[in-house]
């Protein structure tokens, strides 16, 4: 069955590109425009300093992960189906809210003691500490909110608005390496601004205002979204978490080098983030409707996706020592080794978020992508002591790979025993 032969086809694919569009917009403004001023800050912070904010941004991200607890998937999947009851959205609305506001609770009672008594973090307990109000700003962000209701136009031109803010900021207030601890805080406001406005657009454009909600629906909600939040942390927290535990295994130097090459690799892996994402909610609808729909459309949109992800894979193997040279400068030639290790990243995390967005979320397989993620993560920790320790970030860069390929065969393997395939001659 070929796509343009399905019901409404026309209504859906305008339907689909729209949401592309604003959730281009959207990634645009929370992975590439914040990446514009890094040439600037790595040539005035210098490695060491450089790294010791990735150090301070990369603690903040870490926990920021638990607080989002995976709404980015299951709220959106709970609005989308619900979206014509106003009720119901306010429920989800207001239960994800509280959830993040507890959680981000007991992420702070462990940060506190952290920022006080660990040594490589309580000597710069300013820098940190600014970097953890993004910890707090994750309470509001509620992207998850328009996505599912695709209505995407509102938070998309938000965040560009506050980006393109930021990124000034940053050129005005960061003159020199002195002004290192600034750089978290900027961002910082740049989130809680765009958080509060947000959760304004919410009440004013779309009527749904906060209620607070029995314990037992939070309760309810919070263990339905656990094998979201596994695959969740799973998936993206070895990234932060990777600069993380470097912090503590490398000097500040390797931890600039690191982050450098993720600071090339970031931007280039967001870019296909919009298109698989946009497919969401539709595919949360099909699943209701037809097997067979689901894997044409496997076949069409998102084999497209995943080849062109491949592509800019390959372009940024080749390419690393130039790309290197041109953005980060020669201080950071030790960086381009890194960005061909994890060159295969971007394609690798492509395949990850079509297996599991475009089949195994909306066809009701989230604990099976929990569990290929899980172990996933705990072989890549396991990896460690044995690659991180004595290579530093050329051992980190390789344990991430390895992370998003064991995901990649696995979860393959696994809608392909169920029916699900790219290609007919698989």
């Known amino acids: 069955m070929e796509i343009k032969n399905f019901p409404a086809y026309d209504k859906r694919k305008k339907r689909l590109f729209k949401n592309w569009y604003y959730l281009t917009l959207l990634q645009a403004a929370q992975y590439i425009i914040p990446f514009i001023p890094i040439p600037y800050l790595v040539r005035v912070l210098s490695p060491d300093k450089f790294g010791l904010v990735a150090f301070a941004i990369a603690v903040s991200q870490f926990f920021a992960v638990f607080v989002e607890y995976g709404f980015s998937y299951s709220a959106v999947k709970r609005i989308a189906i619900n979206k014509s009851d106003n009720n119901k959205i306010t429920e989800i609305y207001s239960t994800t809210i509280i959830i993040k506001a507890l959680i981000f609770l007991a992420m702070a009672a462990v940060f506190v003691p952290v920022l006080l008594f660990v040594p490589k973090i309580s000597g710069e307990k300013l820098v940190f500490g600014f ?73 004013k454009v779309f009527g749904v205002k906060f209620k607070f909600q029995p314990f037992e629906r939070i309760v309810y909600y919070f263990k339905r979204g656990w094998h979201y939040f596994v695959s969740d942390f799973a998936s993206n927290a070895y990234m932060s978490a990777s600069v993380f535990i470097l912090g503590f295994i490398a000097n500040n130097a390797a931890v600039g080098y690191y982050r450098a090459a993720l600071s090339i690799l970031i931007p280039v892996k967001s870019l296909f983030e919009p298109v698989v994402h946009a497919a969401y909610p539709y595919m949360s609808k099909v699943a209701k409707e037809s097997k067979e729909k689901a894997v044409a459309f496997l076949r069409t949109y998102s084999l497209s996706v995943a080849a062109v992800s491949l592509l800019l894979s390959a372009k940024l193997f080749f390419g690393a020592e130039l790309i290197v040279k041109v953005f980060l400068g020669p201080e950071y030639a030790a960086s381009a080794v890194l960005v061909k290790i994890i060159s295969a990243v971007p394609f690798l995390y492509t395949l ?14 989230k604990a099976n992508f929990a569990k290929i993620t899980a172990f996933s993560a705990i072989i890549s920790f396991a990896l460690i002591p044995v690659l991180a320790l004595p290579f530093k970030d050329t051992g980190m860069s390789v344990i991430m790979v390895i992370g998003e390929l064991y995901i990649s065969v696995m979860a393959f393997r696994h809608i392909k025993a169920k029916g699900f395939i790219f290609s007919k001659n698989v």
């Open 131 to 203: 970097a953890f109000l993004t910890v707090f700003s994750d309470i509001f962000f509620t992207a998850w909110f328009f996505q599912g209701l695709e209505k995407m136009r509102y938070i998309a031109y938000l965040n560009l608005i506050m980006g393109t803010l930021y990124v000034v900021s940053v050129f005005v207030f960061i003159r020199t390496a002195d002004d290192y601890y600034l750089v978290p805080l900027l961002e910082s406001l740049s989130s809680l601004i765009i958080g509060v406005v947000s959760v304004w657009i919410i009440y």
């Open 352 to 365: 990850n978020m079509i297996f599991s967005m475009h089949v195994m979320y909306p066809f009701e397989m």
